[in-house]
């Protein structure tokens, strides 16, 4: 088979590469294999683990995704390479012992090359010997595509259900992801889905996952434990907030109902808490009273308990909230900063809170935090370290012609205080952050406008905790509110759907940022 120019390319950069040692732990039968590094200009890492120890293993690299069936090697062996044969002769090899990764040290240099540019770059590993085969257990496969840094580039990789308001969930291989319901239509008038698509990296597209019980969309997903998923209310299919709960179980890659809430709920927050339960606090309980939607906001919480698969009242919040932040700290305790609610003079009126409350699981209570200088809602946080969190935009006004705020500020929990982070360039709210390296991070997408008529951003700023400054970063390819995103083990960020466009109508699109 003919090799590619970027193929050849690569190959000339291994081939100069100076390698280190190779060791790895054994924890499984099988081990697992992680290439991380995408961007040019950058590096490279190929890191292996979970071998079972005292064996040798090897890796292979192609530029195509096979499958290499094993048979030329064993006749008897019916087990094929996820990758293709091409590149074979180009392999790296180590014991398994115990004690650390297996890895390519130091790391590969990837040369600027506009011909690696989309280029894949497949990655498999096998050991040796077996005990039933001439090969013993292989690796789950790996591949990288490059493309260069700082910057989002589109495949053309597309969901086949439009989605907002969506959770990802790791699948249980670790190199696979879940895309688990969310609405199609309009942003704000959406209809809940209970599908589920699972993106896979080799073959850069989506395939079906298991159904959920219910439709949802503006739901919670919570780890527990014991490695299962808890999904919590949300808006069913009607566009209500429902009370009905399940568990997702990787090892079944099975959705079951559990017990309900007390209240129904959407855009609520759920917190793991050092005991094992999950915090669940206020959120809308009705998108459809006259004449505010946001007066159904509740201060209720609720705490679910895995092991007995009951919910108890929490105490309840000193003021009503919804689209708020919850960050669970170091001690146990957990911070419920700002949201959209609603203040009792005589009527209810809709309102925006600064307040900040802290929960202490300890003592199940509620005391009051420090006051943000900005009211807010929608906004995402950013752990900046050290117990310090950057709350940065968010909605901001229920009144204005645009009801977004550019302002930021950094919440320290060993102080209990807030202070001043300067104003992002761009109002936004519903957007998202990414970690940069040397304390950077990206505020990216998002909206501005009114609830009613948000219009979805492409822009993107920096925020360098160095400096409490802000500057602007690179383009999104599209404009996404409300959009879904994980962290890929080889260190890129995946974008997807979200509501695009002056009428942030939702899309089944994704991108990729290469930092």
């Not at 050849?8 to 054994?26: I, M, W």
């Not at 069936?69 to 064993?74: N, S, T, Y």
């Not at 209500?240 to 399940?246: F, G, M, R, Y």
């Not at 909206?447 to 492409?458: C, F, K, S, V």
Request: proline share 9%.
């Amino acid at each position: 088979m003919a090799r590619s120019a970027s193929s050849r390319s690569f190959r000339c950069v291994l081939c100069a590469a100076a390698l280190g040692t190779l060791a790895a732990v054994a924890h499984s039968q099988s081990p697992r294999l992680a290439a991380r590094g995408a961007s040019l200009p950058g590096t490279l890492e190929l890191v292996m683990d979970e071998g079972p120890v005292g064996l040798t293993g090897v890796l292979f690299l192609s530029g195509n995704a096979g499958p290499t069936p094993l048979f030329p090697v064993d006749p008897r062996d019916p087990r094929s390479l996820d990758i293709g044969s091409e590149a074979l002769g180009i392999s790296f090899s180590g014991i398994f012992v115990p004690g650390g990764a297996w890895s390519i040290r130091p790391s590969l240099p990837l040369p600027n090359d506009p011909g690696l540019i989309g280029a894949p770059l497949f990655f498999q590993a096998v050991t040796f010997p077996g005990t039933q085969y001439l090969l013993g257990p292989l690796s789950n496969p790996s591949v990288i595509r490059f493309a260069p840094a700082n910057a989002f580039r589109t495949r053309n990789t597309q969901f086949v259900t439009p989605r907002a308001f969506f959770p990802v969930i790791p699948r249980a291989d670790r190199f696979r992801w879940m895309i688990v319901g969310g609405g199609i239509g309009g942003l704000l008038a959406q209809v809940a889905q209970k599908t589920t698509e699972i993106y896979d990296p080799l073959t850069d597209g989506f395939l079906a996952g298991p159904t959920m019980t219910t439709e949802r969309s503006l739901h919670t997903v919570t780890q527990l434990g014991n490695g299962r998923w808890l999904l919590v209310g949300g808006v069913d299919r009607l566009n209500d907030p429902q009370t009905a709960c399940e568990v997702f179980d990787p090892g079944a890659d099975a959705f079951t109902a559990v017990a309900p809430m007390n209240d129904p709920r959407t855009g609520h927050t759920a917190t793991l808490l050092p005991n094992g339960k999950v915090l669940v606090t206020g959120g809308l309980s009705d998108l459809n009273p006259t004449p505010n939607p946001i007066l159904s906001t509740l201060k209720s919480t609720e705490i679910y308990d895995p092991a007995t698969n009951q919910w108890t009242r929490g105490p309840d919040m000193r003021v009503p909230r919804a689209a708020h932040a919850a960050i669970p700290l170091a001690n146990g305790k957990v911070v419920l900063v700002g949201g959209v609610g609603w203040i009792q003079i005589l009527i209810k009126i809709p309102s925006l809170f600064r307040e900040i409350d802290v929960y202490d699981p300890a003592t199940n209570t509620i005391a009051p935090g420090p006051l943000m200088a900005q009211a807010r809602a929608a906004f995402p946080v950013a752990e900046l370290g050290g117990g310090r969190y950057l709350f940065a935009g968010g909605l901001g006004s229920l009144l204005a012609a645009d009801q977004t705020t550019a302002q930021a500020e950094v919440y320290d929990a060993s102080t209990n205080a807030c202070t001043p982070a300067g104003n992002m360039a761009r109002a936004r709210g519903l957007h998202a952050a990414l970690p940069l390296a040397n304390r950077r991070w990206l505020l990216l997408g998002g909206a501005y406008g009114t609830i009613d008529a948000p219009t979805a951003l492409n822009t993107t700023e920096v925020y360098d905790a160095a400096t409490n400054s802000w500057s602007a970063g690179p383009a999104m390819t599209s404009s996404r509110a409300g959009f879904g995103l994980f962290a890929t083990p080889n260190g890129n960020f995946h974008l997807m759907g979200g509501g695009n466009g002056p009428s942030s109508t939702v899309v089944n699109t994704t991108e990729w940022f290469y930092p």
